[in-house]
């Protein structure tokens, strides 16, 4: 599971949509967190999920970061690299 790093080019039309799948699927007590000394999250230094709750989803943001990453799935990435786009990168966040 990925989020994008850098912009995209390709040969082809390539239609963006912004995201209002949010899902409580981020697991705060787990996750490598550096908090601001009020206790709001500063920073993820590492991302921990419930998988049950991401399965499936392409892209999806979390309600807890709404200022953070858009999420992408597997399926995602996968369908980017069939369409041979060139210039993204992911970056794996979870496995």
Do not use: H
């Amino acid at each position: 599971r990925r989020t994008p790093a850098a912009g995209m080019s390709g040969s082809g039309p390539v239609a963006v949509q912004r995201t209002n799948r949010c899902r409580r699927a981020y697991n705060e007590e787990k996750s490598e967190l550096v908090r601001f000394d009020d206790g709001d999250i500063l920073d993820v230094e590492r991302y921990v999920f419930r998988p049950e709750l991401t399965e499936g989803l392409a892209v999806f943001k979390v309600p807890q970061l709404l200022r953070g990453p858009l999420f992408l799935g597997d399926e995602f990435v996968s369908a980017v690299k069939a369409a041979g786009l060139r210039g993204p990168e992911f970056i794996q966040l979870w496995p």
